[in-house]
């Protein structure tokens, strides 16, 4: 029932931006807190950034504060990742997750290449 679909993702240059959008349904998503993730290639996933159900509260790992934003738009059902001085170290592909009773629910991920 709980569906997370990505997409935005791509072939990016170094210094470059993208924005990610997550279309979330299945559940009621105003409710709930939403975040990315993001799984590089032989590393953990990593929690890349999340969002308080209203949108009122955000939180970043000090490598992504200052270059990602999340944001969210409850009317449409959507959280969106905007990236910004992208660097060749942020490839990963990119997981939107919900933590709806106890259970992490992830989407298929959008591949993000950051690349010259």
């Known amino acids: 029932q709980v569906q997370l679909v990505e997409s935005g993702g791509g072939l990016v240059q170094p210094g470059g931006s993208l924005r990610l959008s997550c279309a979330a349904s299945g559940f009621t998503f105003s409710i709930y807190a939403m975040s990315w993730y993001r799984q590089a290639p032989g590393k953990e996933r990593e929690l890349v950034a999340s969002i308080s159900s209203t949108g009122g509260s955000t939180n970043y790992p000090d490598s992504m504060k200052g270059r990602f934003t999340i944001s969210r738009d409850n009317a449409k059902n959507t959280v969106s990742l905007q990236m910004n001085s992208l660097k060749p170290e942020d490839t990963a592909v990119y997981y939107c997750?919900?933590?709806?009773?106890?259970?992490?629910?992830w989407g298929k991920g959008t591949l993000v290449t950051v690349s010259s």
């Open positions: 997750k919900v933590k709806r009773n106890g259970i992490d629910y």
